[in-house]
């Protein structure tokens, strides 16, 4: 399996763009998790989707971020418009039935 | 009580050493610890898990070490490698609740 696919892998854009990060999980994984990660607030779960269900959204910083999963193998995490407070690496993460998750690479995100 | 306190937050540790990080968390609901392994540049990959049934575990030069009654859960590696230098993440969940508590992380630097 190539595992969890994670694009762009690097992404720079200005103030005020649309970003879509995109995210194909691994083969009959029922669970995809997205994280954003910085050197001030670390790991950060953003938001869960179980069966192509979101599960729990509370870690979306604010309106400006959503997600999506139009089905088991695709998902997107887009911000409109972004800021530069949203540089992060963010992380895609699926797993089968909870417990192990398998990351991606993540995709460094800058917004200037 | 959702949280999941780690310490150190960085550690060096001489070739050959041996390598303590640990955890301590507050929900008695918690029944899955995992450890997570990054490298800089890689998304977190799982290094070893416990459940609370039992009070230890162990796979190669790496041991969790589980104390129930004092909420608290620990690293140990052994004979550690300049390999071994990344940053680890603990963390916890509720069984049916597929979703992660993360500890902070700690960078643990191996010197030759």
């Known amino acids: 399996d190539a595992g969890v696919i994670q694009s762009p892998r690097h992404e720079v854009t200005e103030m005020g763009q649309e970003v879509t990060l995109r995210c194909k999980p691994i083969?009959?994984?029922?669970?995809l998790f997205w994280y954003r990660q910085t050197m001030m607030r670390g790991l950060e779960l953003l938001i869960y989707?179980?069966?192509?269900?979101?599960?729990?959204d509370s870690g979306m910083p604010e309106d400006r971020f959503s997600a999506k999963m139009p089905n088991a193998s695709f998902s997107t995490l887009k911000i409109q418009p972004s800021e530069p407070r949203d540089s992060a690496v963010y992380f895609c993460?699926?797993?089968?039935?909870?417990?192990?998750?398998?990351f991606g690479p993540g995709t460094r995100l800058t917004v200037t | 009580q959702q949280q999941v306190k780690q310490s150190p937050q960085s550690l060096i540790v001489q070739k050959g050493g041996i390598s303590i990080i640990n955890c301590a968390y507050e929900?008695?609901?918690?029944?899955?610890f995992p450890w997570y392994q990054q490298f800089p540049g890689k998304g977190p990959a799982l290094l070893i898990a416990?459940?609370?049934d039992v009070s230890e575990k162990k796979e190669g030069r790496f041991t969790i070490s589980f104390n129930k009654s004092a909420k608290q859960f620990s690293l140990h590696i052994m004979d550690s490698q300049p390999g071994d230098s990344a940053t680890y993440f603990c963390?916890?969940?509720?069984?049916?609740?597929?979703?992660?508590?993360w500890g902070a992380g700690t960078k643990l630097i191996i010197k030759p």
């Open positions: 993460a699926s797993s089968f039935l909870g417990y192990e998750q398998y």
């Open positions: 083969s009959g994984h029922n669970s």
């Open positions: 989707f179980n069966n192509n269900v979101p599960i729990d």
């Open positions: 929900n008695t609901a918690f029944d899955y």
């Open positions: 416990i459940r609370p």
């Open positions: 963390a916890a969940s509720v069984g049916s609740n597929y979703q992660l508590i």
